[in-house]
T-cell receptor, first 113, second 113 residues
Framework: GAGVSQSPSNKVTEKGKDVELRCDPI?????LYWYRQSLGQGLEFLIY????????KSGLPSDRFSAERTGGSVSTLTIQRTQQEDSAVYLC???????????FGQGTRLTVV | QKEVEQNSGPLSVPEGAIASLNCTYS??????FFWYRQYSGKSPELIMF????GDKEDGRFTAQLNKASQYVSLLIRDSQPSDSATYLC?????????????FGTGTKLQVIP
């Protein structure tokens, strides 16, 4: 497709389970961001990948959160031992490079029950 | 000081009026500035970008940049109820040693019919 694709669109999981969220960037985009947005709140930065450089992990809230980006393309955000406070919309955004705009996917709504 | 600051609002304006949204940023070396619109339950979408000091107009929208004062603003002329949304300011600059896009928390705009 032409846009940033995220899957799944919705995920309901039980507390304590692990989840994986996927982001397929626009072809050729080297910059990739993950954000979390709780209901009625602003974007919370999680992690940033730029090309083959070491990622900026400064926004990850705990060691239960991790992300990887294979081959500079698809990215997976993993949350281990999910907690109810992890419930939010997880947004991925990608861009051509460091100084350009970012385009958002439709998000994954995660609900931990 | 936050890297990108916006008044959270809500900013209420009557239909047909000019809505003025403001944003300040901390990295004096920032080069690229973006405005995104986010409707409730949707992902942010890019509506304007500006790189040079001064004004940039696109239809009813005008972005204004003043690098000396480190602020960027968005004016919406002839505001419509359909403009009711949260507007996010984003700045590409140095954050924690990484050159990346950083978002403000957004200003909620309400256009009253």
């Amino acid at each position: 497709g032409a846009g940033v694709s995220q899957s799944p669109s919705n995920k309901v999981t039980e507390k304590g389970k692990d989840v994986e969220l996927r982001c397929d960037p626009i072809s050729g985009h080297t910059a990739l961001y993950w954000y979390r947005q709780s209901l009625g709140q602003g974007l919370e930065f999680l992690i940033y990948f730029q090309g083959n450089s070491a990622p900026d992990k400064s926004g990850l809230p705990s060691d239960r959160f991790s992300a990887e980006r294979t081959g500079g393309s698809v990215s997976t955000l993993t949350i281990q031992r999910t907690q109810q406070e992890d419930s939010a919309v997880y947004l991925c955004a990608t861009g051509w490079g460091m100084n350009t705009e970012a385009f958002f996917g439709q998000g994954t709504r995660l609900t931990v029950v | 000081q936050k890297e990108v600051e916006q008044n959270s609002g809500p900013l209420s304006v009557p239909e047909g009026a000019i809505a003025s949204l403001n944003c300040t940023y901390s990295d004096r070396g920032s080069q690229s500035f973006f405005w995104y619109r986010q409707y409730s339950g949707k992902s942010p979408e890019l509506i304007m970008f500006i790189y040079s000091n001064g004004d940039k107009e696109d239809g009813r929208f005008t972005a204004q940049l003043n690098k000396a004062s480190q602020y960027v603003s968005l004016l919406i002329r002839d505001s419509q109820p359909s403009d009711s949304a949260t507007y996010l300011c984003a700045v590409n600059g140095n954050s924690g040693g990484y050159q990346k896009v950083t978002f403000g928390t957004g200003t909620k705009l309400q256009v009253i019919p």
